[in-house]
């Protein structure tokens, strides 16, 4: 399991075992934003390959 | 930045999402809640209260539920006495000049129907028209709105979703910017009541947690900035 893994493991281990709405809320978006800045990184990752890799720039 | 919530809405103690949206309310100095119907239940609006504290905000955000493609009845009446020449447009009419001004809508009907050959035949960005034109004459900024479909029928989750999509709206700059809301998620982390949480360990899965979203940030923006040198 890596940290990521391990970490969201932990935060919904919070969301359970929280007594505010709000919190639970707070916590689940948390969860929510490390996946979407994962995902933001993969695509940028992705972009910056993609770019590397272009035909077009290979005779510069 | 200061926010001001004006809500208009007959019978907000038996509406299910305004209540939700009024306990969603964020903690801060900084946001204004401001009821019509509460505050004036004889509907003579006070002008000089209103506009000082249009005055004080920098945002101004209409909440209601979409009646018929506007308003509740004491909103336009609002708009119609305290939105007046020489305050909000005309000859030296220029105190709303340079505010944002937005709308969060709570509406009955379903997403999908808000467009051409949907059953509502119109976006809401065509529907909405006449608040985006308010905008324009009083030279305020127009926000994308907020909204809200089919309150009822929302999952636990979504609306969980909706809570702090909501309390980013009334409290970010630009809460579509994955930059800001992370700022703000965590500013909301650093301040958490950690008595709530009910675990021994909760302040280092918190540290553990910011440590994370800054960490992936420092990466984000370096990405960026290669993505950016290969354009030069």
């Not at chain 1, 890596?2 to 978006?29: C, T």
């Not at chain 2, 900084?30 to 905000?57: F, M």
């Not at chain 2, 636990?156 to 630009?174: A, C, G, V």
């Amino acid at each position: 399991m890596d940290e990521q893994e391990w970490l969201v493991s932990k935060l919904k281990e919070l969301i359970e075992n929280s007594k505010d709405y709000k919190q639970k809320a707070l916590l689940n978006a948390v969860i929510d934003m490390i996946k979407e800045q994962e995902k933001r990184k993969e695509q940028m990752q992705g972009q910056l390959d993609g770019t590397l890799w272009s035909p077009g720039n290979w005779n510069q | 930045m200061k926010t001001l919530v004006i809500i208009s809405h007959p019978t907000l103690d038996e509406s299910s999402s305004q209540q939700f949206l009024v306990q969603s309310f964020p903690e801060s100095e900084n946001v204004t809640l401001h009821h019509l119907e509460k505050n004036y239940p004889d509907e003579e609006i006070d002008v000089q209260k209103e506009q000082a504290l249009l005055k004080n905000h920098d945002r101004i955000l209409f909440q209601f539920p979409f009646y018929w493609y506007s308003s509740p009845p004491l909103l336009k009446k609002w708009q119609d006495e305290v939105l007046e020449e020489h305050f909000a447009f005309g000859h030296r009419g220029n105190q709303l000049n340079g505010k944002a001004f937005g709308l969060i809508l709570v509406i009955g009907v379903a997403e999908k129907e808000y467009q051409t050959g949907g059953l509502e035949g119109f976006s809401i960005s065509e529907l909405t028209k006449p608040y985006q034109a308010v905008a324009r004459k009083t030279g305020m900024h127009y926000l994308k709105p907020l909204e809200i479909y089919q309150f009822p029928y929302m999952t636990e989750e979504e609306k969980m979703k909706l809570l702090i999509s909501y309390q980013q709206w009334l409290t970010i700059d630009r809460p579509d910017s994955l930059k800001y809301r992370e700022e703000w998620m965590i500013d909301q982390l650093e301040t958490l009541d950690h008595t709530l949480l009910d675990s021994s360990e909760s302040s280092f899965i918190i540290d553990k947690a910011i440590e994370l979203l800054e960490d992936n940030r420092i990466e984000l923006d370096e990405l960026n900035m290669h993505i950016d040198h290969l354009h030069e």
